[in-house]
């Protein structure tokens, strides 16, 4: 029998990115450790690291800012906007960095406890294939580092004046934005891990159902009298089993013989058995001899008379008579009682991850609203012609601004829609564990399945920003229409301002015009004056 395969972590697959947020000092974790054994492990040098690298950055930030702005640039309120904007990149990083320091152990619980629910689903058949996590998390940072050099680069060449040493102090503005989208990053594909557990469970699930399905349309297998798998004791037997009697021979067009009351007739006794197989322990996984890493392995049961014909996941709940109706067990009940365990535990996990994020999507979202009004306010000015201050004079390039505002929006719209999503995934357990029970069509397990329904209903997993709004498409959209709304009004303010301009530019030429006139005619009196 050939070895399971085995599956890469959710760790291993993360290293690239666990790699460039140790280098950058966005995660305060022993790089030796995880090198060495591929595990995270607190490190006091970790943390003084994060500590040392957080302060250079901000002042590095500060400087550049400093070299950035015009020494005679005036103290408006638009130029106070702006300050408090470019300030909050840096307030991000330092949210960051510091929440890493705080959540250390809750994100090692986390890497913990996704392990051990992948070890549970493995043993049931439900294999994960953890290098999704790595190729999403690769794309991401490709797509981070292609948006920050088009916008660092842009801005430099179009608005430094002089190359020199000292110039190139510009690209450390670009630092707080990288981290920030790094930290982004790791909260994305952690949420993503929990969802794609939940489709993992969902998928296999659902194969089982459709596995049945076609096992009862390719072998029918002979009929059953109804209700066979409930479990009765022996007056219920004889009960239903002359009611059935008395039931087939009105069918078939006879009546039953009378009977003397001294010789009562003994009916046969069909002997009910509700579950068939010995009964599958939880401690006793089924081993998986699948080849493939990107779904559930298919466990081939001995005694099967075809060995070509699969069924999928639900091969081990097929009989081996294809006469006989499949029967569903012992197995299927241990399977679904430990997928309702991994589920309200993946719940749990998710609430972790929404307890170390909270704060940091909070002032995201706060900063992604902000510098998005912002951009597209100053963009309506330099598409007018009007004048932008130094501080968004970004604006006045259109490739630049475009870049800016679908940068800041993507650090806000893929979070929301990961979180939307998983909830969304999370919810649909119970619907396909109903869907199971549908395709099964046995009282036994239609019992577990509303006894289990009852607990998924209590798994509730919700990723909010610190409970002031929940992170799911209702939210995006009310952020979306915030946005307009404000861009209305600045855009309505602005074209006040430039009617009341021009109705003072015009009264004023009007004086003027007025008083040169009486200045003409006063002085052509005393020519004409003098000259009498």
Same mark, same amino acid.
């Given at each position: 029998?050939?070895?399971?395969?085995?599956?890469?972590?959710?760790?291993?697959?993360?290293?690239?990115?666990?790699?460039?947020?140790?280098?950058?000092?966005?995660?305060?974790?022993?790089?030796?450790?995880? +090198?060495?054994?591929?595990? $995270?492990?607190? @490190? =006091? *040098?970790?943390?003084?690291?994060?500590?040392?690298?957080?302060?250079? %950055? !901000?002042?590095?930030?500060?400087?550049?800012?400093?070299?950035?702005?015009?020494?005679?640039?005036?103290?408006?309120?638009?130029?106070?906007?702006?300050?408090?904007?470019?300030?909050?990149?840096?307030?991000?990083?330092?949210?960051?960095?510091?929440?890493?320091?705080?959540?250390?152990?809750?994100?090692?619980?986390?890497?913990?406890?996704?392990?051990?629910?992948?070890?549970?689903?493995?043993?049931?058949?439900?294999?994960?294939?953890?290098?999704?996590?790595?190729?999403?998390?690769?794309?991401? +940072?490709?797509?981070?580092? $292609?948006?920050? @050099? =088009? *916008?660092?680069?842009?801005?430099?060449?179009?608005?430094?004046?002089? %190359? !020199?040493?000292?110039?190139?102090?510009?690209?450390?503005?670009?630092?707080?934005?990288?981290?920030?989208?790094?930290?982004?990053?790791?909260?994305?594909?952690?949420?993503?891990?929990?969802?794609?557990?939940?489709?993992?469970?969902?998928?296999?699930?659902?194969?089982?159902?459709?596995?049945?399905?076609?096992?009862?349309?390719?072998?029918?297998?002979?009929?059953?009298?109804?209700?066979?798998?409930?479990?009765?004791?022996?007056?219920?037997?004889?009960?239903?089993?002359?009611?059935?009697?008395?039931?087939?021979?009105?069918?078939?067009?006879?009546?039953?013989?009378?009977?003397?009351?001294?010789?009562?007739?003994?009916?046969?006794?069909?002997?009910?058995?509700?579950?068939?197989?010995?009964?599958?322990?939880?401690?006793?996984?089924?081993?998986?001899?699948?080849?493939?890493?990107?779904?559930?392995?298919?466990?081939?049961?001995?005694?099967?008379?075809?060995?070509?014909?699969?069924?999928?996941?639900?091969?081990?709940?097929?009989?081996?008579?294809?006469?006989?109706?499949?029967?569903?067990?012992?197995?299927?009940?241990?399977?679904?009682?430990?997928?309702?365990?991994?589920?309200?535990?993946?719940?749990?996990?998710?609430?972790?991850?929404?307890?170390?994020?909270?704060?940091?999507?909070?002032?995201?979202?706060?900063?992604?609203?902000?510098?998005?009004?912002?951009?597209?306010?100053?963009?309506?000015?330099?598409?007018?012609?009007?004048?932008?201050?130094?501080?968004?004079?970004?604006?006045?390039?259109?490739?630049?601004?475009?870049?800016?505002?679908?940068?800041?929006?993507?650090?806000?719209?893929?979070?929301?829609?990961?979180?939307?999503?998983?909830?969304?995934?999370?919810?649909?357990?119970?619907?396909?564990?109903?869907?199971?029970?549908?395709?099964?069509?046995?009282?036994?397990?239609?019992?577990?399945?509303?006894?289990?329904?009852?607990?998924?209903?209590?798994?509730?997993?919700?990723?909010?920003?610190?409970?002031?709004?929940?992170?799911?498409?209702?939210?995006?959209?009310?952020?979306?229409?915030?946005?307009?709304?404000?861009?209305?009004?600045?855009?309505?303010?602005?074209?006040?301002?430039?009617?009341?301009?021009?109705?003072?530019?015009?009264?004023?030429?009007?004086?003027?015009?007025?008083?040169?006139?009486?200045?003409?005619?006063?002085?052509?009196?005393?020519?004409?004056?003098?000259?009498?």
């Amino acid at each position: 029998m050939a070895a399971a395969p085995t599956v890469p972590g959710l760790l291993h697959s993360l290293q690239a990115l666990f790699y460039i947020s140790s280098i950058f000092g966005v995660f305060p974790y022993s790089l030796w450790a995880f +090198l060495k054994r591929h595990v $995270l492990q607190l @490190s =006091i *040098i970790g943390n003084l690291y994060v500590v040392c690298s957080l302060v250079i %950055y !901000t002042g590095l930030y500060h400087v550049a800012t400093t070299n950035y702005v015009d020494s005679d640039w005036e103290k408006t309120l638009t130029n106070a906007i702006g300050i408090f904007i470019i300030y909050m990149e840096p307030l991000m990083m330092c949210t960051d960095m510091v929440a890493a320091m705080i959540n250390q152990k809750r994100l090692i619980e986390c890497f913990d406890r996704l392990g051990r629910v992948d070890g549970k689903l493995a043993g049931v058949g439900i294999l994960l294939d953890n290098r999704r996590a790595k190729r999403t998390s690769i794309l991401l +940072l490709l797509l981070m580092l $292609l948006f920050e @050099s =088009i *916008i660092t680069v842009y801005s430099f060449t179009s608005f430094e004046t002089e %190359y !020199t040493p000292w110039s190139m102090i510009w690209f450390v503005t670009t630092v707080p934005t990288a981290l920030n989208s790094v930290s982004r990053i790791w909260y994305v594909t952690l949420v993503l891990a929990v969802r794609h557990r939940f489709n993992a469970m969902n998928a296999n699930m659902n194969a089982i159902a459709q596995g049945i399905l076609h096992f009862k349309e390719q072998y029918g297998g002979e009929p059953e009298s109804v209700g066979a798998d409930i479990p009765m004791d022996y007056l219920e037997r004889e009960i239903f089993t002359v009611y059935t009697q008395r039931k087939n021979q009105l069918l078939a067009g006879t009546t039953p013989p009378k009977k003397k009351r001294a010789q009562p007739p003994t009916p046969k006794i069909i002997t009910v058995k509700p579950y068939e197989g010995k009964p599958l322990s939880l401690a006793e996984p089924v081993k998986p001899d699948g080849a493939s890493l990107h779904g559930s392995a298919v466990v081939v049961r001995p005694g099967w008379t075809k060995p070509g014909d699969t069924f999928g996941p639900a091969q081990e709940y097929l009989p081996t008579d294809l006469r006989q109706r499949p029967r569903i067990g012992q197995r299927m009940d241990n399977k679904l009682i430990l997928i309702c365990r991994t589920h309200d535990e993946l719940c749990e996990i998710g609430k972790i991850i929404n307890r170390m994020y909270s704060v940091q999507m909070l002032v995201a979202m706060a900063h992604g609203f902000v510098a998005i009004t912002a951009q597209f306010y100053f963009l309506y000015c330099g598409l007018t012609g009007q004048d932008v201050p130094v501080l968004f004079r970004s604006a006045q390039v259109l490739l630049l601004s475009i870049a800016s505002i679908l940068y800041t929006a993507l650090k806000c719209v893929v979070p929301i829609f990961v979180c939307w999503k998983t909830k969304t995934d999370s919810q649909r357990t119970g619907i396909e564990m109903h869907y199971l029970a549908n395709v099964v069509d046995e009282c036994h397990c239609y019992e577990v399945v509303n006894h289990l329904s009852l607990k998924l209903l209590n798994h509730h997993l919700n990723f909010s920003a610190c409970g002031f709004f929940d992170l799911d498409m209702t939210t995006l959209y009310a952020i979306t229409g915030a946005i307009t709304s404000y861009l209305i009004i600045l855009i309505q303010f602005n074209l006040a301002a430039i009617q009341k301009s021009s109705t003072n530019s015009t009264a004023l030429s009007n004086v003027t015009s007025t008083a040169l006139s009486l200045v003409e005619e006063v002085s052509t009196a005393l020519s004409t004056y003098v000259s009498n």
